[in-house]
């Protein structure tokens, strides 16, 4: 008995010395601590976060780009692939000098690059077609790329309709078509009027004057004025078209990008120093052609359409737009086949 009121005693004699402690412990602390509430919002779910989960996402998976150029040799097409992604970039640029004649007809080349700025990995392809307007008979030159463009349509809808498919399909289909226009200063050829014609129905048409330093500004803005006009004259929807114009802000935007094309560009891969300053240009005997100054060429304005402002929305035309309409086309042919109603196998490249 007397060891257990010894044990009580000595509990209730701990508990009061800590009590002593605690109080003296409140005593010393600052009054701002002893009133100090942390401050919760009540009203915040953190929908927001949602943001950040897909920015963290979109880092880890990177991002794909794949442009085409099409146009005649010697119109800069490489020179100015170069340009835009400030890299060697181009088909062109691993080739020797012995591979660079122009073939007896056209080809489907392609190189693709891993790419990476400030932590953002993206794989880009640039697919070119030498040979194209090279002939002396260009009839049904387009032919082979539109079949490229929906071989690659196609190969994507056989990935998408297996049963086992892969987590991410790889995508090579063909996002932006970049169209060289030759700098004539008159008007569009009628291969020009008939290729973008065909191709602006199955991928992103975005025509350039090649080469504008070669016309006076009078003399383009004349050509860019008649281009514009022949477009509209021969129902040819470039990028961006304006029936995919989202909402109002979309079309403020756009309208002046419309009012724009084609863009007149001068690609160079050199650097000069004017100024005290280092940039990208072409130099004569009268000067320095700047690439990236909007005084001199607008390069820059396709380079923001391309790349900083409307590359989503670029792919997202030729996922939900461009692929969807063939994906409904050739999975109504299966299904006509499938009925007995037709007999032959349709070619991808039939539009």
């Known amino acids: 008995m007397s060891s257990g009121s010894e044990v009580i005693s000595s509990y209730s004699s701990s508990s009061s010395s800590s009590s002593i402690m605690a109080e003296s412990v409140i005593q010393e602390m600052p009054p701002a601590m002893c009133l100090e509430k942390p401050s919760v919002d009540f009203s915040y779910v953190g929908i927001d976060a949602i943001l950040e989960q897909m920015r963290r996402k979109a880092m880890k998976q990177g991002f794909e780009l794949n442009i085409m150029v099409v146009g005649q040799s010697g119109l800069g097409k490489s020179t100015l692939m170069n340009t835009l992604f400030k890299s060697k970039v181009s088909r062109k640029s691993f080739l020797g000098t012995a591979e660079e004649k122009i073939p007896k007809t056209i080809e489907i080349k392609s190189i693709s690059h891993d790419v990476e700025e400030k932590g953002v990995r993206m794989k880009l392809t640039v697919i ?142 050199q650097e000069y120093q004017v100024n005290g300053r280092r940039l990208l240009g ?18 820059a304005y396709l380079r923001d359409l391309l790349i900083r402002t409307h590359m989503q929305n670029i792919k997202d035309i030729t996922s939900s737009i461009h692929y969807e309409m063939y994906r409904v086309r050739r999975l109504n042919e299966n299904n006509t086949q499938a009925n007995g109603l037709g007999d032959h196998h349709p070619a991808s490249h039939e539009i």
């Not at 049963?163 to 004539?184: E, G, N, Q």
């Not at 048409?205 to 006076?216: G, N, Q, R, S, Y």
């Not at 961006?240 to 724009?260: G, H, L, S, Y």
């Not at 072409?282 to 390069?299: D, L, P, Q, S, Y």
Request: charged residues 35%; contains cysteine.
């Open 128 to 269: 070119d077609t030498p040979g194209f307007g090279d002939q002396i008979n260009n009839e049904n030159c387009w032919q082979p790329i539109m079949k490229f463009i929906n071989d690659q349509y196609e190969q994507y809808l056989q990935e998408e309709i297996n049963i086992d498919r892969k987590k991410r399909i790889p995508d090579s289909r063909v996002h932006c078509c970049i169209y060289f226009i030759p700098p004539t200063g008159h008007c569009l050829r009628p291969l020009d009027v008939e290729f973008m014609r065909r191709l602006s129905k199955v991928v992103n048409i975005v025509p350039v004057i090649a080469k504008a330093d070669t016309l006076t500004l009078e003399e383009r803005d004349f050509f860019k004025k008649k281009i514009r006009e022949e477009l509209r004259a021969n129902g040819i929807d470039v990028y961006p078209q304006k029936e995919f114009d989202e909402d109002a802000e979309d079309r403020t935007i756009n309208e002046k990008i419309r009012e724009m094309i084609p863009f007149a560009v001068v690609g160079s891969d």
């Open 282 to 299: 072409r130099k004569t005997k009268w000067g320095t052609i700047e690439v990236e100054n909007i005084a001199h060429c607008e390069f």
